[in-house]
């Protein structure tokens, strides 16, 4: 079968760093379907010669020396072809749709009808291929890949499910969020599920919580217009660290297809205590880092938290009383992505006279998203020497020194699943929609007038003050640490 896949907002960011780059990827390495088209529309007038020239110079800057091949580009390039025209325009779609057909010549053909939009044209687009027969599978599977943001909130998250859903199957519809497309994220599933080791000690019996970071150094830069609508919580929490959640705390799906996988993580989302508004001030810290409100598109009097910590708890038999701490910022000491599992202490501590308590930290695992991707396992080595003096020393898994050459980038699997019709790595309607219930009233309680003035944090700090008070008050603490890059 042949593949078109098919970018409306083709001259965005999202398509020349990040897609079209990804595609250029999967043909280099030979993963690229054949007859594979792609098919980019937006309103800039180009010909197909001029978007292609555009392209590679995106891809070759995105790729660098390395990794960029001249060569693979010129074969690639043919499949690459450009539609102008108005999303918003009944004739401009309709021309697109002959484009589409004439490109593929009758032969049978899975669509990919990919969303790298602004989110206000999700709902138009849809309606729009819905009123052309496009969602129609009578020549091949269709099927559409949506960006984040979905929605705002849940009562905006329903309403464009369910509008999708008055065109599309669910079957058909991907919802993408890219960290489930990162090496380190799927290899958790690995490290749980094709391993014994860790499996018994994963839960409340030995387990006292779990610490899932995703700090950034980099500023809101640019995008602050869109940020200081949108703040930490919806523009990470709600998508990726959720799903870091869900995959750290999921019970062993019965066989790794979609909806057995997604079944166990709207599980988790399920267990997940509800907050009602009076205890969400608690469960979390939020923080704005100094200079945000001068940025470019930001409102001098902004409240918007460019830096969140919030706690939940996930009320099953398996982690019952185990705290997940969720936190993320811009403006932070430096770019780390980590889960930490804190391993209860022993319960006789042998040792406690000749180790300062600052010295008797538990065990940890601590699974390194990015950039430093491996896993370290931290425990207690006894000191050469006289007595019983103890040093926490590690384990320590690096793909870097483990596999040759650089890992996939994010959108590169994620891709070729949607091509392929692997729905497991992408959001369903339900899972969407829980994780804004989750994060909802964290947004309300922290935009209620009745809050105090946002906190403020230096850039390069790991949030402001009040966070690592919260921790201490909970007799716990951040394990703040940059990774090493080798
Ligand atoms: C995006 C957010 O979804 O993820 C950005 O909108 C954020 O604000 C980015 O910077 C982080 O992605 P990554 O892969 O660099 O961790």
């Known amino acids: ?35 594979t088209k792609i098919v980019g529309f937006s309103r800039t007038p180009m010909t197909d010669d001029a978007w292609r020239a555009s392209l590679r110079a995106t891809t070759e800057d995105h790729a660098g020396n390395a990794s960029f091949s001249a060569e693979s580009w010129e074969a690639f390039a043919p499949s690459i072809h450009y539609q102008p025209g108005d999303i918003s325009s009944a004739e401009d779609l309709a021309r697109l749709k002959e484009r589409l057909e004439a490109l593929e010549g009758g032969r049978p053909t899975a669509r990919v009808y990919y969303l790298a939009t602004a989110p206000q044209f999700y709902a ?16 091949g599977p269709r099927r559409i890949v949506i960006e984040k943001p979905f929605g705002t909130d849940l009562d905006t998250a329903r309403s464009l499910n369910a509008h999708i859903h008055t065109v599309f199957q669910e079957s058909q519809v991907y919802r993408i969020d890219h960290y489930l497309g990162k090496e380190s994220v799927q290899n958790i599933l690995a490290l749980r599920f094709a391993n014994t080791i860790f499996e018994p000690v994963w839960n409340r019996r030995y387990i006292d919580h779990v610490q899932i970071t995703v700090a950034e150094e980099v500023t809101v830069g640019r995008r602050g217009s869109y940020y200081d609508s949108s703040g930490v919580l919806r523009d ?4 990726h660290l959720l ?98 599992i804190g391993f209860r202490q022993p319960p006789l501590e042998l040792f406690a006279a000749e180790n300062a308590r ?55 699997p994620l891709l070729l699943d949607c091509m392929t019709g692997d729905a497991s790595l992408f959001a369903r309607a339900d899972e969407v929609e829980k994780s804004w219930g989750i ?5 309300r309680a922290w935009q209620s007038v009745d809050m105090a003035p946002i906190p403020v944090y230096e850039p390069g700090d790991w949030g402001p003050a009040a966070s690592t008070a919260w921790m201490q008050a909970q007799g716990r603490s951040w394990f703040d640490l940059c990774p090493v890059l080798t």
Not at 18 to 35: D, F, M, V
Not at 372 to 396: C, S, W, Y
Request: overall charge neutral; glycine content about 8%; some cysteine.
């Open 124 to 139: 138009p687009v849809v309606t729009a291929l819905g009123s052309l027969g496009m969602a129609s599978e009578d020549s």
């Open 236 to 239: 990470m929490f709600q998508n």
């Open 1 to 35: 079968m042949s593949h078109t896949v098919v970018i409306f907002g083709a001259s965005g960011d999202l398509t020349s760093r990040k897609l079209i780059p990804a595609l250029a990827s999967l043909q280099r390495n030979g993963l690229l379907p054949e007859n």
């Open 439 to 443: 994060i909802d009233p964290f947004v």
């Open 358 to 412: 600052s010295q008797r930290e538990a065990n940890r695992l601590v699974i390194q998203i990015q950039p430093a991707e491996g896993i370290q396992l931290h425990f207690h080595t006894k000191v050469p020497g006289d007595g019983m003096r103890l040093r926490l020393t590690d384990l320590n898994f690096q793909y870097s020194r483990e596999f040759a050459g650089r890992l996939p980038e994010a959108y590169e």
């Open 243 to 340: 799903q870091l959640l869900m995959v750290t705390a999921m019970e062993a799906p019965v066989r790794f297809n979609a909806d057995a996988v997604r079944n166990e993580k709207v599980k988790v989302l399920d267990a997940i205590r509800p907050l009602d508004l009076s205890h969400v001030a608690d469960a979390g810290v939020r923080g704005q880092y100094a200079g945000y409100t001068t940025e470019p598109g930001v409102a001098a009097s902004s409240q918007t938290a460019t830096f969140g910590a919030i706690r939940l708890e996930v009320d099953n038999w398996r982690w019952q009383g185990v705290p997940f701490y969720l936190r993320s910022g811009k403006a932070m000491s430096c770019r780390t992505t980590q889960i930490v």
